[in-house]
């Protein structure tokens, strides 16, 4: 089975704090991609990246970058996390194109 | 633009019943159509998905239909037992690779 693991269930931060999320895969797939969950809203990309150095804007990148240093890891950073990034956050990965994509179990961010 | 709508947002069947969600597209290239399951506390879990040559998938109690003139999708669960509540998510493929996600329906499956 797909094991796609997020860092930290739970995280608090105060604004304009740099913050680090991180995710692992453990199946060597090629894509990886970052969501924000808001009720109501349904799953929102933030970026995601189909190889190792590569990364694409999604439909929400502002006030978000992307890491993507070896194959298995995916990092989202929070440059100056304001309160508005206060969310939830799945990573997912996914082998290749129209194949389905994994997900953690999330991580809840809070931005006091 | 890239828009997956999904209804109804909420949904509450007696346990027995069958329960129907729906999800329209826009893009008409779409051609990949999966659907989540999201239990509370849990990631997105993916339990059933369409590829636009076939019209219609069957898996034990869940089904998925796909009418592509229409650009509609719809998820079908029979026999509805308790462990069917969660949110159901549909998503649609669109040109680059992405996933555009429909807006969640919460079925709630009353014993």
């Known amino acids: 089975d797909v094991k796609v693991t997020q860092s930290s269930r739970y995280l608090v931060k105060r604004t304009g704090e740099k913050v680090f999320l991180e995710c692992v895969q453990d199946?060597?797939?090629?894509?990886m991609f970052w969501y924000r969950q808001d009720p109501g809203l349904g799953l929102r990309l933030i970026y995601f990246?189909?190889?190792?150095?590569?990364?694409e804007k999604g439909d929400i990148p502002e006030g978000y970058s992307v890491s993507r240093e070896k194959k298995e890891r995916f990092s989202l950073i929070l440059e100056s996390a304001s309160t508005n990034q206060t969310s939830m956050y799945l990573c997912?990965?996914?082998?290749?194109?129209?194949?389905?994509?994994?997900f953690g179990d999330g991580t809840r961010l809070s931005i006091l | 633009g890239e828009n997956v709508e999904q209804h109804p947002s909420t949904l509450s069947v007696q346990e027995g019943d069958s329960a129907v969600i729906k999800c329209t597209y826009s893009d008409s290239a779409s051609n990949y159509f999966p659907w989540y399951k999201q239990e509370l506390g849990k990631g997105p879990q993916l339990i059933i998905d369409?590829?636009?040559?076939?019209g219609e998938k069957k898996d034990q109690r869940i089904a998925v239909t796909l009418n592509k003139t229409a650009k509609h999708f719809s998820l079908h669960i029979t026999e509805t037992q308790p462990e069917d509540s969660a949110v159901y998510f549909c998503a649609a493929s669109y040109p680059g690779g992405k996933l555009i996600f429909g807006q969640g329906t919460e079925l709630s499956v009353k014993p």
């Open positions: 369409i590829r636009s040559n076939v």
């Open positions: 199946m060597d797939h090629e894509n």
């Open positions: 997912a990965s996914r082998n290749v194109l129209d194949q389905p994509q994994h």
């Open positions: 990246s189909y190889d190792v150095k590569m990364k």
